[in-house]
């Protein structure tokens, strides 16, 4: 177990130094010029190019590149070109509302689609089933900028129930955090509900062809021990997958929902730093969301372990 765990933490070392040199060079060798962005419309060339100096621009890429990862290697992910901060200050100050956001749809999804796709199953055909491929269709489908705003338009606009946009720091009450971000979490998990619930009534559907289930049913063990205790339980390992493949595209996803409801998180730090070619924004969160994704494959790895103790690293 141990070894298994260092050697992964080990793997981690070159994929993120992929990472890091195709991201240099996407934005590097990408048109546009931060310094022309931070100058304006009316600069002139010499201007832009003093600009590009301050900026170290100037060098050639593999000494920008060194610079940039061996201040990474010390905790450094440089200054905003276009805010003029720390990149790790402005992450700091935009990490709370993204992993609210997060955190609170991964919950919803789990707690939601989970006891949708068993029951699905043990009542395979039945109007559950089909009104959950119904959905699951509609939330592979629709895009998620599309349920945001017809959900705005439906219980902010025309009910006036939750907040149009904007975002409510926890510590300046739990009932507005809480309102704030309803609509977001709801936008945002339809997709993941879609996935995890179809993917668990696969699982479970499955498992409740086995042998193990019939003698269990045939021992007159309760239905509803049967569901949980022997066919859930033995189809958690592909659900554990979906839901660890689910947690990791929500980086995409927060993106988008962030932009709709107008939440000062990563996700539109992101389209911000994207849209003034800041440099070192964009490498800081991308180096950031690689770290977060492969971490999450390391934990659902582990999580076999617990999940069907015949699985041994």
Not at 54 to 78: C, H, R, S, Y
Not at 128 to 154: E, T
Request: net charge positive; aromatic share 10%; charged share 15%.
């Amino acid at each position: 177990m141990l070894r298994f765990l260092l050697q992964r933490l080990l793997a981690i070392i070159p994929v993120l130094l992929v990472v890091a040199i195709v991201v240099f060079l996407i934005l590097r060798l990408t048109p546009g010029d931060p310094a022309a962005v931070i100058a304006g419309n009316s600069a002139t060339n010499d201007e832009i190019e003093r600009i590009r100096a301050q900026l170290g621009l100037t060098k050639p890429l593999l000494a920008q590149f060194g610079i940039w990862i061996g201040n990474v290697l010390q905790g450094d992910l440089g200054f905003s070109y276009y805010l003029n901060k720390p990149v790790t200050q402005l992450v700091a100050q935009r990490i709370e509302p993204t992993l609210s956001l997060a955190i609170g749809t991964i919950t919803i999804a789990i707690f939601v689609a989970i006891p949708l796709g068993t029951i699905a199953a043990w009542r395979m055909g039945g109007w559950l089933d089909r009104a959950l491929s119904m959905f699951s269709v509609a939330g592979f489908s629709v895009p998620i900028f599309v349920v945001g705003y017809c959900l705005i338009w439906l219980f902010a606009i025309k009910l006036d129930w939750f907040p149009v946009q904007g975002y409510k720091r926890i510590a300046e009450g739990f009932v507005p955090w809480i309102m704030q971000l309803i609509l977001p979490w709801i936008t945002l998990s339809t997709i993941y509900v879609a996935l995890i619930a179809r993917v668990t009534r696969a699982s479970v559907s499955e498992a409740l062809t086995e042998d193990y289930i019939r003698t269990a049913r045939a021992k007159g063990i309760k239905e509803s021990a049967v569901l949980l205790r022997h066919a859930l339980a033995n189809a958690a390992v592909p659900v554990a997958t979906m839901v660890g493949i689910g947690v990791a595209l929500l980086i995409g996803g927060v993106v988008v929902t962030e932009t709709v409801y107008a939440i000062p998180g990563l996700g539109s730090l992101t389209v911000d730093a994207v849209l003034n070619r800041d440099f070192p924004v964009i490498q800081g969160l991308v180096l950031l969301f690689s770290v977060s994704y492969v971490l999450i494959n390391l934990l659902v790895d582990v999580s076999y372990l617990f999940l069907d103790p015949r699985i041994r690293y």
